[in-house]
């Protein structure tokens, strides 16, 4: 089972508002990741936790929290987004010991910021 | 820093023919990942095929395969027999051998189309 899931499928929200995004997996995995992406471009990495630690942050802005609860969620919390931000949130999770660690997606969180 | 390359931003296949997306990349480690992954249109991003650099067989998975010339720094994808449900968005990525928290190194990405 390779499943990764995401809730919400899809979400609009205002520039004042704060919500949450939710991930989650059930495979063991102990590493789990942030991407957003654009139409038509590749993922762009935002944060990784590696055993429930935040253990890269590739300079994102404060708006956005990433949250790892335990080793099964992760969630990012977003607050007074812009209308840049708007695009499709991936989650991964991948093992780490190599050869395990082939990252697999969610089917994402599609992001529209008013 | 590493660095993929995929040149072809579109491509066409007529249905049961076969395709071959192209991807290069550049890097200083000997030691490495290379990965398919496909997107369909407002669909989940999967892994389609994986070669560990150190490997010299070429990895397949059912229709896909993939031609991995290492020293081209070279790792291109074959579908056989494409089907409209092959018609996605494929990025080719690379990740470092070593290192716990190794990032996947994505290139641009190519829209495969496939025509019944």
């Known amino acids: 089972d390779t499943e990764v899931t995401q809730t919400p499928k899809h979400l609009v929200m205002g520039m004042t508002n704060k919500k949450s995004l939710k991930c989650e997996q059930h495979?063991?995995?102990?590493?789990m990741y942030w991407y957003k992406q654009k139409a038509k471009k590749p993922p762009e990495l935002m944060f990784v936790?590696?055993?429930?630690?935040?253990?890269i942050n590739e300079s994102v802005p404060s708006r956005f929290s990433p949250e790892c609860p335990n080793s099964s969620l992760l969630n990012l919390h977003l607050h007074a987004l812009q209308p840049e931000d708007s695009a499709l949130y991936l989650c991964a999770s991948s093992q780490l010991g190599l050869p395990q660690e082939t990252q697999y997606f969610g089917p994402g969180t599609r992001l529209l910021v008013l | 820093a590493q660095t993929v390359t995929q040149s072809q931003p579109e491509m066409s296949v007529q249905e049961a023919e076969t395709v071959t997306l192209s991807c290069t990349y550049d890097?200083?480690?000997?030691?490495?990942?290379l990965f398919w992954y496909k997107q369909p249109p407002s669909r989940q991003m999967i892994l389609v095929i994986r070669q560990e650099a150190y490997k010299q067989q070429n990895a397949t998975e059912n229709r896909f395969s993939v031609n991995f010339q290492k020293a081209a720094k070279s790792f291109s994808l074959k579908i056989s027999d494409s089907q409209l449900g092959d018609a996605a968005m494929y990025f080719c990525a690379y990740r470092a051998f070593t290192g716990a928290n190794s990032k996947l190194t994505f290139g641009k990405g190519i829209t495969l189309s496939v025509r019944p």
């Open positions: 936790y590696s055993y429930e630690k935040l253990s």
């Open positions: 495979m063991g995995h102990r590493a």
């Open positions: 890097t200083s480690e000997s030691d490495y990942y």
